[in-house]
């Protein structure tokens, strides 16, 4: 990632370009892009999918963004991380067509994948957005989420490259401002490793997360993990049990 200040030629004066900012600093804009589902996801009808900078436009208000009519007051909203091509938020929003879904991932492809499943399934209590997670506390309003997830997250498991991990002590406590008081974030992982980091991050972090449910072996006591499907497990998650990788889950409640 590219975050630094350039020097304007000849003039020596600090001018800095908006797309070459550190992702997370709140002057980052989003650059166009030449992968052709850059367009794409800008052609689909209504509000299916979400990209970019657009996707900052509503905190607060995500609740009256969904195209099912539905009165947004009291609706539980559930937002999935790195949601992939949807499949588990999919069957998600058509499962609970009283909640409204948000999947979220940075990989374009993926995400117009999901959004013309969720054109074809009708579900107008789903919407997609590609976006960097690294944005989520400009894209939501403070406690407007119920319900997070995260599955799966990259462990970058060289040394190197631990300091790419999502969860660290700083994310958790932004996150924990956009999850209202009581609301809930589940988190599962394959990696030992980056489970440990996690939880030395919860210890770390400012305390406003409680942790509800912790087990290393989600699976154990389940006759035959293999023969679980999505949503119980996801499309990664499917191929971890088949390895017979225990997976690692942590439930945290955002503290009142
Ligand atoms: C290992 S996959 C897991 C996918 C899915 N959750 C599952 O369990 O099947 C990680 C996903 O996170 C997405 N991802 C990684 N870093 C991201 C970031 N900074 N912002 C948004 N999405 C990200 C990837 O594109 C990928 O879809």
Same mark, same amino acid.
């Given at each position: 990632m590219c975050g630094a200040l350039h020097s304007a030629k000849g003039k020596g004066v600090k001018t800095s370009s908006p797309d070459r900012l550190p992702i997370q600093h709140p002057e980052y804009r989003y650059p166009a892009s030449?992968?052709? #589902? %850059?367009?794409?996801?800008?052609?689909?009808?209504g509000r299916v999918a979400i990209s970019d900078q657009q996707t900052e436009a509503y905190p607060g208000e995500w609740r009256r963004q969904f195209g099912d009519a539905k009165p947004p007051e009291g609706r539980k909203l559930h937002v999935e991380i790195g949601c992939n091509g949807g499949h588990v938020t999919l069957?998600?929003?058509a499962r609970d067509p009283e909640s409204a879904y948000i999947g979220l991932d940075w990989k374009m492809k993926q995400i117009h994948r999901g959004a013309e499943k969720a054109l074809q399934r009708k579900l107008g209590n789903l919407i997609f957005l590609r976006a960097h997670a690294e944005?989520?506390?400009?894209?939501f309003?403070?406690?407007?989420?119920?319900?997070?997830?995260? #599955? %799966?997250?990259?462990?970058?498991?060289k040394k190197s490259q631990r300091k790419n991990r999502?969860?660290?002590p700083g994310n958790l406590d932004r996150l924990a401002r956009i999850v209202?008081?009581?609301?809930?974030f589940h988190i599962k992982t394959d990696?030992?490793?980056y489970f440990e980091w996690m939880e030395a991050s919860l210890k770390e972090a400012q305390p406003l997360w409680d942790v509800l449910e912790r087990t290393a072996d989600l699976h154990k006591d389940h006759p035959d993990p293999t023969r679980l499907t999505i949503p119980e497990v996801t499309l990664f998650e499917r191929i971890f049990v088949r390895e017979r990788l225990p997976i690692h889950s942590l439930k945290l409640q955002r503290r009142n």
């Open positions: 030449r992968n052709p #589902y %850059f367009q794409k996801l800008r052609e689909l009808p069957e998600w929003a944005r989520l506390p400009y894209i309003g403070e406690g407007e989420i119920d319900a997070l997830y995260l #599955y %799966f997250p990259d462990p970058w498991p999502f969860i660290n209202r008081p009581g609301g809930t990696h030992p490793g």
